[in-house]
């Protein structure tokens, strides 16, 4: 599973940091659990998607998993997220 953390300065701003903490810190919890460890987390840090210049409003942070394009995440939204991948 590829997730992609937008650090633009947007993002980054708006708390991209502390999402990327917690996504690598469930990464390692989950990579110790052979329910989820079939399929690896691949985290990639990435410069501005463009997404924030696209839209009129706020859309920062985006976290973007497998393909689905996650606006406004929090923690929690990306950690259902990916659990929820990871567990398929
Ligand atoms: S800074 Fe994240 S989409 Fe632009």
Redesign the pocket.
């Known amino acids: 599973m590829k997730v992609k953390v937008?650090m633009?300065?947007?993002?980054t701003l708006l708390g991209a940091m502390n999402l990327l903490d917690q996504i690598e810190d469930l990464k390692k919890l989950t990579s110790r659990d052979d329910e989820y460890n079939d399929r690896e987390l691949d985290i990639e840090v990435v410069k501005?998607?463009?997404?924030?210049?696209e839209s009129k409003g706020n859309i920062?942070?985006?976290v973007v998993i497998d393909d689905e394009v996650v606006y406004n995440a929090t923690g929690q939204i990306v950690m259902e997220k990916i659990l929820k991948q990871k567990s398929k």
């Open positions: 937008c633009g300065s947007n993002c501005c998607l463009g997404y924030c210049k920062s942070p985006v």
